[in-house]
């Protein structure tokens, strides 16, 4: 992701700016969609796998990226606290 763009970006809901999932958080989140445990805000399941992924920096909040594109959909954020071991 573009670090310029990174840095403009927040969170919808909370207004707290994003950052990067590290790779130990995205395989996380990856082992709950598999595991069918990640649900979105609006109460659907998250059901593709994530390549990359944004977290609100009071890690409460995560966006999907797809294709290089954030998805700042307050509605299909997942709570990280949803996720085990995901949550700040």
């Known amino acids: 992701m573009d670090k310029k763009l990174l840095d403009i970006l927040c969170c919808p809901a909370s207004k707290q700016p994003l950052l990067l999932l590290s790779s130990d958080q995205l395989d996380r989140m990856n082992a709950a969609i598999g595991a069918g445990t990640a649900v979105q ?6 059901h593709k796998p ?3 992924a944004l977290i609100t920096r009071d890690g409460k909040l ?3 990226i797809d294709d ?4 700042l959909l307050a ?4 709570a ?4 085990d071991g995901l949550a700040a």
């Open 68 to 71: 290089g594109i954030p998805v």
């Open 80 to 83: 990280a606290a949803s996720i």
């Open 75 to 78: 509605e299909e954020a997942v």
């Open 41 to 46: 805000l609006d109460g659907q399941p998250v």
């Open 62 to 64: 995560v966006y999907r």
């Open 50 to 52: 994530l390549k990359e």
